[in-house]
């Protein structure tokens, strides 16, 4: 896919405070500094549209872009290192909880995990707790530039060895790197067919003008009737 636009729409603090829910959303959700920005900004194709900190815990707010005009990519703020870490019951920001279980248009999202580090506790919970709440996701493993290919898959394997018990079917896996510029043709193809099979669920339902609309949960696309990865 073709990125022709990348406007960035907003800084919500919460899901109130959000835009209105006509364009689907793909958000990027993961421990603080595990690379959300720069993957953001890597099939955005522009260094600077999200703002990428050395610092964990930088992004406190909901960032909202737009793109090609028709959908948009979510920097939600990292777990992990806010405020409230310290406290096991405290580590995912409300903000973020609401919006993964109450956005209407949210498509999916990508769950970034670091490649170079075994399974840490707290993704397994939070991965964990996606698949509870039937939030359409795919893992997606981070900055494979820095371990060997060997390290990124035992890491990867291991990290799916942990969750498998909670999955009739893993998540689709992806790995990529912001600074080899690695993985963004298939981030973009998921984006892609995601957008092609809302679309056609669109184009479907208004050709039967008599159909109920949906409540609100229901309108995201069932991922596993229409994902092709
Ligand atoms: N080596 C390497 N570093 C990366 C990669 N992606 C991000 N980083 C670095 O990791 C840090 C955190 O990145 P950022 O995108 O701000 O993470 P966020 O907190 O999840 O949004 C920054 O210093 C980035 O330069 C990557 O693919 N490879
Ligand atoms: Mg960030």
């Not at 970034?112 to 919970?125: K, Y």
């Not at 080899?180 to 092609?196: C, N, Y």
Request: aromatic share 8%; net charge neutral; with cysteine.
């Amino acid at each position: 896919m073709n990125i022709s636009s990348a406007i960035f729409d907003c800084s919500a603090p919460d899901l109130d405070s959000c835009p209105d829910e006509s364009l689907p959303e793909f958000a990027f959700i993961g421990r603080s500094n595990v690379g959300k920005s720069s993957v953001l900004n890597l099939l955005a194709g522009q260094a600077g549209l999200a703002r990428v900190s050395p610092t964990p815990g930088f992004t406190k707010l909901i960032n909202i872009f737009t793109m090609n005009k028709t959908w948009r990519l979510v920097d939600l703020p990292g777990y992990g290192f806010a405020e409230g870490a310290k406290k096991a019951s405290a580590k995912f920001n409300r903000a973020v909880i609401n919006y993964l279980e109450h956005r209407p248009n949210l498509s999916l999202v990508f769950a970034l995990i670091d490649s170079e580090l075994p399974p840490q506790a707290m993704d397994v919970e939070f991965v964990n707790w996606l698949a509870g709440n039937a939030v359409p996701f795919v893992l997606v493993f981070t900055k494979t530039d820095k371990g060997t290919p060997a390290t990124v898959a035992a890491n990867i394997a291991a990290f799916s060895a942990r969750i498998a018990a909670g999955f009739e079917q893993l998540p689709a896996i992806f790995k990529c790197s912001a600074t080899a510029k690695h993985g963004r043709h298939e981030l973009l193809a998921v984006i892609a067919e995601m957008m092609a099979a809302i679309q056609a669920e669109q184009a479907a339902s208004s050709s039967t003008p008599s159909a109920q609309p949906k409540p609100a949960r229901q309108r995201r696309p069932d991922i596993e009737a229409a994902r092709p990865w």
